[in-house]
């Protein structure tokens, strides 16, 4: 597992560098597990930052629940790739508040980001419920085979 965690960790790492130097034009560096804009300005991006937590919860809620095959693999596809976009959002956003308004941070980090990944979560699956995991599936699913 632990490979998987640092190569997840490195790819986020790497593009919200890219991000915050190509987009926004911040000069930041990668050392380790920080990410640096100057000697005053850093911030750990370790094992919890990786979003494989989410990563797994979600994967369990969309290859468990009822639904079609066939559409359960490019929803769950998109929505690891919805999951991966928020968090580098959070990463970018909290590396700004970092650099802007330091004693925001930990206020943001637990009280905006953290309840924001499950949300995008749960929303995921109400939209997975509605529109994919049709009545007629689950119903299937509960009627025995008399072959």
Not at 28 to 53: A, N, P, Q, W
Not at 67 to 90: D, E
Request: glycine fraction near 4%; hydrophobic fraction near 55%.
């Amino acid at each position: 597992m632990t490979p998987l965690i640092h190569s997840i960790l490195n790819v986020v790492r790497v593009q919200s560098v890219w991000f915050l130097e190509n987009i926004l034009g911040i000069e930041t560096i990668i050392r380790g597990e920080i990410l640096i804009h100057d000697e005053y300005y850093r911030m750990g991006v370790t094992f919890g930052c990786s979003g494989l937590k989410q990563f797994y919860q979600f994967s369990a809620i969309i290859l468990l629940f009822y639904g079609p095959w066939k559409h359960k693999i490019w929803f769950w596809l998109m929505g690891l790739f919805i999951l991966h976009l928020v968090n580098l959002t959070r990463i970018i956003s909290l590396f700004l508040v970092a650099i802007y308004k330091l004693n925001w941070f930990d206020p943001i980090h637990d009280w905006f980001f953290r309840p924001l990944f499950y949300l995008v979560m749960f929303l995921l699956w109400v939209w997975w419920i509605e529109k994919f995991a049709s009545k007629k599936d689950l119903i299937a699913e509960e009627k025995p085979n008399n072959d």
